[in-house]
């Protein structure tokens, strides 16, 4: 099966500009998550899906941000208008429906959309 | 809130021979899973085990093992008879029971030389 895909593989935009990010999920996978690499620093979550519906966007870390997942299927990340600090490396990830905290249940990521603001 | 700790930046290992990468963890919850995955110069982020904090034996993976010291908080991954592919970075991570989240540590880069 196809894993999980990103696009674009890589961005660099001047500040205040804006960027979308798009992430293709394993078909059939009810869970999408968005995470992100600043810096060097830890990967941290951003947000979590159940289909269309939000179901954690407490790591989401200003309203500059919005993701969307239209239809259950594939996600966007809107930057708007991005800083400097934005830049990092984005990560998708999807698992499937239920399972939660059970082992069975891993996220699959993709490769991520790396983000340079200039 | 849960928070991972990898003290190894990077490491080098010579073909071959076995390497283990530290991970320790700070949590409050009782139940838990434990993950490691792997992440090449492709830039995609590998699944190779994980570990759960009632698991009674260390999780293992082929060539991956899990040393998992649960009253120490630690959950080390072995890599045995390294080779030239695995040269990649390694993320530990964590997630409670009942949560979606992944908490991740800052990674540790191996290289492994022929």
């Known amino acids: ?118 | 809130a849960q928070k991972i700790t990898q003290t190894q930046p990077g490491m080098f290992v010579q073909e071959k021979e076995a390497v283990t990468l530290d991970c320790t963890y700070d949590t409050s919850d009782q139940s838990y899973g434990l993950f490691w995955y792997k992440q090449p110069s492709s830039g995609e982020m590998i699944f190779l085990i994980y570990q759960g904090s009632y698991d009674e034996q260390n999780a293992t993976e082929g060539r991956y093992s899990l040393n998992f010291q649960k009253a120490r908080k630690s959950a080390n991954l072995v890599i045995s008879a390294s080779q030239l592919g695995d040269s990649a970075m390694y993320f530990c991570a964590m997630r409670a029971r009942g949560d979606y989240k992944l908490s991740f540590g800052a990674g540790t880069t191996v290289t492994v030389r022929a």
Not at chain 1, 24 to 31: A, F, K, L, Q, V
Not at chain 1, 34 to 44: A, D, T
Not at chain 1, 62 to 78: C, D, H, Q, V
């Open chain 1, 1 to 118: 099966e196809a894993g999980v895909t990103q696009f674009p593989s890589h961005s660099v935009i001047e500040k205040g500009q804006t960027v979308t990010l798009r992430c293709d999920p394993i078909s059939g996978h009810d869970n999408l998550y968005w995470y992100r690499r600043v810096m060097g620093k830890e990967i941290k979550f951003l947000l979590h899906f159940v289909k269309e519906s939000k179901q954690d966007e407490s790591g989401m870390p200003n309203n500059r941000f919005l993701a969307e997942r239209t239809g259950g299927t594939y996600s966007t990340l809107k930057v708007q208008p991005a800083e400097l600090e934005d830049s990092g490396v984005y990560f998708c990830a999807s698992s499937p429906r239920g399972g939660g905290y059970s082992g069975a249940n891993v996220l699959t990521f993709g490769a991520g959309s790396r983000l340079t603001v200039l």
